[in-house]
């Protein structure tokens, strides 16, 4: 971020702490070139005010408010309709965000995320064409638990950070 950049953003009032925060989760110091460590930022500081235990729709707003604040565009609810012999179909999917026309963001309030959040997020990427996408699961009470950065080159059988040991090894054994 430039020098420039840095000053506007605190003349506009627009706190730095939450997008330095991400380091922690991401262990880059740099942040993605696709600059998802901003959406990543919002979602902190969406967490960080609320905590975990909210429905996935407050989340929702409330993100969709915090990417307003952090001058960042975005479209929520998009239909995603499945294109079958080419004809476009309405099957009811939709996305939560796509944002500065990049980033793809999927949002859960689960106990835990399961490889069907992951396939999901991969499927959207998938049939959007976009390279990123991001599975923020809020129900978590460090948000770098529940957050999984994901890219088109990823394979479905990626397991969730909240996994327990268990399901790992039944992992392991059904691939040997």
């Given at each position: 971020?430039?020098?420039?950049?840095?000053s506007?953003?605190?003349?506009?009032?627009?706190?730095?702490?939450?997008?330095?925060?991400?380091?922690?989760?991401?262990g880059?110091?740099?942040?993605?070139?696709?600059?998802?460590?901003?959406?990543?930022?919002?979602?902190?500081?969406?967490?960080?005010?609320?905590?975990p235990?909210?429905?996935?729709?407050?989340?929702?707003?409330?993100?969709?408010?915090?990417?307003?604040?952090?001058?960042?565009?975005?479209?929520?609810?998009?239909?995603?309709?499945?294109?079958?012999?080419?004809?476009?179909?309405?099957?009811?999917?939709?996305?939560?965000?796509i944002?500065?026309?990049t980033?793809?963001?999927?949002?859960?309030?689960?106990?835990?995320?399961?490889?069907?959040?992951?396939?999901?997020v991969?499927?959207y990427?998938k049939?959007?064409?976009?390279?990123?996408?991001?599975?923020?699961?809020?129900?978590?009470?460090?948000?770098?638990?529940?957050?999984?950065?994901?890219?088109?080159?990823?394979t479905?059988?990626?397991?969730?950070?909240?996994?327990?040991?268990?399901?790992?090894?039944?992992?392991?054994?059904?691939?040997v």
């Amino acid at each position: 971020m430039s020098q420039f950049s840095v000053s506007w953003l605190k003349h506009a009032g627009i706190r730095l702490a939450p997008l330095l925060a991400m380091d922690a989760i991401t262990g880059n110091k740099n942040g993605f070139a696709d600059g998802s460590s901003d959406v990543i930022g919002a979602c902190i500081e969406v967490h960080r005010h609320l905590g975990p235990g909210l429905l996935e729709s407050t989340y929702e707003r409330c993100l969709a408010h915090e990417l307003t604040l952090r001058c960042l565009s975005f479209q929520r609810q998009l239909v995603l309709p499945i294109c079958y012999k080419g004809e476009h179909l309405d099957c009811g999917y939709r996305i939560d965000f796509i944002v500065a026309e990049t980033i793809l963001v999927e949002i859960k309030a689960v106990e835990r995320l399961q490889a069907i959040h992951t396939a999901q997020v991969l499927t959207y990427l998938k049939l959007t064409g976009l390279d990123t996408g991001l599975l923020v699961n809020f129900n978590v009470p460090v948000l770098k638990h529940g957050l999984r950065r994901l890219t088109r080159k990823q394979t479905l059988s990626v397991l969730p950070s909240s996994c327990d040991h268990e399901s790992e090894a039944q992992l392991r054994k059904s691939k040997v």
